[in-house]
Nanobody, 124 residues
Framework: EVHLVESGGGMVQAGGSLRLSCAVS????????IGWFRQAPGKERKGVSC????????YYADSAKGRFTISSDIAKNTMYLQMNSLKPEDTAVYYC?????????????????WGQGTQVTVSS
């Protein structure tokens, strides 16, 4: 089955940068949606940035736009999230998420495969 492994999280001061990586294995479908969700303490998981394979469309949450950049390397089966100008409110567990059909702009959580998550902590 599909397996996703995140890496690159850590602790940084406000204004710093991190690059998250998601390694994908066990996946051979043509159409999909893949992206990053995050969950802050005591809050629900929310989409941060996603890619839809059918047309290459990219989605950014308002909170991420202008600071985060999503990208993928098909040859390496890897997706990235470059995060710049980090803020304390970006503190969360970040998850790599893949949904096979890719009908919507982001994976549908209940029909998606989730990675284990990687912690991002931004200090003020």
């Amino acid at each position: 089955e599909v397996h996703l492994v995140e890496s690159g999280g850590g602790m940084v001061q406000a204004g710093g940068s991190l690059r998250l990586s998601c390694a994908v294995s066990g996946f051979t479908f043509d159409d999909y949606a893949i992206g990053w969700f995050r969950q802050a303490p005591g809050k629900e998981r929310k989409g941060v940035s996603c890619i839809r394979s059918s047309d290459g469309s990219i989605y950014y949450a308002d909170s991420a736009k202008g600071r985060f950049t999503i990208s993928s390397d098909i040859a390496k089966n890897t997706m990235y999230l470059q995060m710049n100008s980090l803020k304390p409110e970006d503190t969360a567990v970040y998850y790599c998420v893949l949904e096979r059909r890719g009908i919507l702009k982001c994976p549908v959580p209940d029909f998606a495969t989730w990675g284990q998550g990687t912690q991002v902590t931004v200090s003020s």
